[in-house]
Structure formats: structure tokens, C-alpha cells
């Protein structure tokens, strides 16, 4: 079975750094793409951040680039959303998900995670 867990979310003030994680299990980690998406109230599901796990290839959204990044541990199955810098505008459930391409469409992923809540304050 196939599991992915998110964790690191909370409050926080805008500006300094929070560390999302995302455990997975039960999925061949290294050799497909893990990516980390976010919701805000009212609005679509957007990708922010996608890895390919075995080339370790990364790809960023432009509202996110030069803040975020999406380090890896392979030995851990674990990939993370290092965000720096945050916003108001950051503030969404973040959830991770893994698939086959590392795009930002959400019908190109077919696991997800339940979702960590990040709220950044001004």
C-alpha cells in the first residue's frame, strides 16, 4: 500500500524559513517524480515544486522560484519543500504527491499525501 505523509506545517510570520516533509512507503521512490502542490481557500490546486527522484532533476513554479526548494533524502524515501522567505500569499494546505512526470498538472500524479496546512502572517 502505497502511503505518502506530510508533515513540518503550522503558523508562521512572514519572512525566515519552514521545512515541509513528505515520507512515502510502499512506492519505488527512485525512479519517478515527486512534486508538492498547494490550495488556498477558493482556489485550484497549483504545483509549486517537482523532483524526478533518480536524476534528481528539479523544477519550480515562478511564484515560488529563488524562495523554495525540494531537497531529497533517497535512504529515507523523503522529499522536502525548503521554503524561505514566506509570504501571505504562501498560505495553502501543502500536499505532496508522487507520478510518473514532473509537471504541475495535477492529473499527472496518482498518489497524494493528506495535506499539512501552512499559514504565513503578516
Known amino acids: 500500500q502505497v502511503q505518502l505523509v506530510e508533515s513540518g506545517g503550522g503558523s508562521v510570520q512572514a519572512g525566515g524559513s519552514l521545512r515541509l516533509s513528505c515520507a512515502t512507503s510502499g512506492y519505488d521512490y527512485d525512479s519517478d517524480c515527486m512534486g508538492w502542490f498547494r490550495q488556498a481557500p477558493g482556489k485550484e490546486r497549483e504545483g509549486v515544486a517537482s523532483?524526478?527522484?533518480?536524476?534528481?532533476?528539479?523544477y519550480y513554479a515562478e511564484p515560488v522560484k529563488g524562495r523554495f526548494t525540494i531537497p531529497q533524502d533517497n535512504a529515507k524515501n523523503t522529499v522536502y519543500l525548503q521554503m524561505s522567505r514566506r509570504e501571505p500569499a504562501d498560505t495553502a494546505m501543502y500536499y505532496c504527491?508522487?507520478?510518473?512526470?514532473?509537471?504541475?498538472?495535477?492529473?499527472?500524479?496518482?498518489?497524494w499525501g493528506q495535506g499539512t496546512q501552512v499559514t504565513v502572517s503578516s
Open positions: 523532483i524526478h527522484t533518480g536524476y534528481s532533476t528539479t
Open positions: 504527491a508522487a507520478g510518473v512526470r514532473c509537471g504541475f498538472a495535477v492529473e499527472e500524479y496518482i498518489y
